[in-house]
T-cell receptor, first 109, second 116 residues
Framework: GENVEQHPSTLSVQEGDSAVIKCTYS??????FPWYKQELGKRPQLIID?????GEKKDQRIAVTLNKTAKHFSLHITETQPEDSAVYFC????????FGKGTMLLVSP | NAGVTQTPKFQVLKTGQSMTLQCAQD?????MSWYRQDPGMGLRLIHY???????DQGEVPNGYNVSRSTTEDFPLRLLSAAPSQTSVYFC???????????????FGPGTRLTVL
């Protein structure tokens, strides 16, 4: 089955800095790569996703890149704000999703 | 639309008890799934369904049963609860019924289960 590795497990940045979270996957059949944000005590919510026929996607301050050859994809957040503090999960899949273990992002004012 | 709803929000069980976690969605989604979330483990798929009458196992199915008699509902049953099943359980749904054609998964608010 699919195996998704996510790094780092924790990330602390200053407000205004950029943050990068990286994931690798093992199954070359995976064709969908979403990123979820989960605030404490809340449900995961989709923030951006990318499909295997696209190399990069941007939505305001967030962007995702995908390298199918290397089987890795990354989340980039620019101009971080305190409200970006949360746990971020990557996932990969074809018919089902496999999630990474999460990255706790802390943005300090 | 209420989206994806789950009941109860919290539950405490004793070892060996059984219970059903309820999940419903009003978005006419074909695909529904159950995940468990444990600290440092991310979300792990328990069971999923691509439509009424069709269910399949995920990564961690042991100790859980599901059924899908309607498009709207996808209950998760714990037959004989064990402390290892202490976790937060999330139900999710998405539109696409087709394997390999993904659309956004919408998550319910979760059920926090403690087994003593």
């Amino acid at each position: 089955g699919e195996n998704v590795e996510q790094h780092p497990s924790t990330l602390s940045v200053q407000e205004g800095d950029s943050a990068v979270i990286k994931c690798t996957y093992s199954d070359s059949a995976s064709n969908y790569f979403p990123w979820y944000k989960q605030e404490l005590g809340k449900r995961p919510q989709l923030i951006i996703d990318i499909r295997s026929n696209v190399g990069e996607k941007k939505d305001q301050r967030i962007a995702v890149t995908l390298n199918k050859t290397a089987k890795h994809f990354s989340l980039h957040i620019t101009e971080t704000q305190p409200e970006d503090s949360a746990v971020y999960f990557c996932a990969a899949g074809y018919s089902t999703l496999t999630f990474g273990k999460g990255t706790m992002l802390l943005v300090s004012p | 639309n209420a989206g994806v709803t789950q009941t109860p929000k919290f539950q405490v069980l004793k070892t060996g008890q059984s219970m059903t976690l309820q999940c419903a969605q009003d978005m006419n989604h074909e695909y529904m799934s159950w995940y468990r979330q444990d600290p440092g483990m991310g979300l792990r798929l328990i069971h999923y369904s691509v439509g009424a009458g069709i269910t399949d196992q995920g990564e961690v199915p042991n100790g859980y049963n599901v059924s899908r008699s309607t498009t709207e509902d996808f209950p998760l049953r714990l037959l004989s609860a064990a402390p290892s099943q202490t976790s937060v359980y999330f139900c999710a749904s998405s539109y696409s019924p087709l394997a390999g054609v993904y659309n956004e998964q919408f998550f319910g608010p979760g059920t926090r289960l403690t087994v003593l």
